[in-house]
């Protein structure tokens, strides 16, 4: 049984900086891989960073986001740097024991999800 909970979500600042964490139990990220994703109102959900042996990034967070893992804790991050408006969404996390390599932020390759939790940019 894989479970999956995000934190750390606010109201922020254009410009500021927040950190997600994302607690799991029953997955090793050592067996499988785990991303980020967001999705704002009315918009489709959107793969933000992925990392599996190697960290990928959109386009739209490159040199703004970091995606890290503990795997000693099996707890997944995301630093997120200068903010912007655009940002604003539910974030969250995802792992999966097998992701194809060609298509590592695409939200169908992943079968166990968080809730989410809401970052607002203003």
Same mark, same amino acid.
């Not at 600042?13 to 997955?27: E, I, M, P, V």
């Not at 893992?69 to 408006?85: D, G, I, S, W």
């Not at 390759?109 to 989410?116: A, I, L, M, P, R």
């Given at each position: 049984?894989?479970?999956?909970?995000?934190?750390?979500?606010?109201?922020?600042?254009? &410009?500021?900086?927040?950190?997600?964490?994302?607690?799991?139990?029953?997955?090793?990220?050592?067996? &499988?891989?785990?991303?980020?994703?967001?999705?704002?109102? &009315?918009?489709?959900?959107?793969?933000?960073?992925?990392?599996?042996?190697?960290?990928?990034?959109?386009?739209?967070?490159?040199?703004?986001?970091?995606?890290?893992?503990?795997?000693?804790?099996?707890?997944?991050?995301?630093?997120?740097?200068?903010?912007?408006?655009?940002?604003?969404?539910?974030?969250?996390?995802?792992?999966?024991?097998? $992701?194809?390599?060609?298509? $590592?932020? &695409?939200?169908?390759?992943?079968?166990?999800?968080?809730?989410?939790?809401?970052?607002?940019?203003?």
């Amino acid at each position: 049984h894989v479970q999956l909970v995000e934190s750390g979500g606010e109201s922020v600042q254009a &410009g500021g900086s927040l950190r997600l964490s994302c607690d799991t139990s029953g997955y090793t990220f050592s067996r &499988g891989c785990a991303a980020w994703f967001r999705q704002a109102p &009315g918009k489709e959900r959107e793969g933000v960073a992925s990392i599996c042996s190697i960290a990928v990034y959109a386009d739209s967070v490159k040199g703004r986001f970091t995606i890290s893992q503990n795997t000693a804790k099996n707890t997944l991050y995301l630093q997120m740097n200068n903010l912007e408006p655009e940002d604003t969404a539910m974030y969250y996390c995802a792992a999966a024991r097998t $992701v194809y390599a060609g298509d $590592v932020l &695409g939200k169908n390759q992943y079968e166990y999800w968080g809730q989410g939790t809401q970052v607002t940019v203003s």
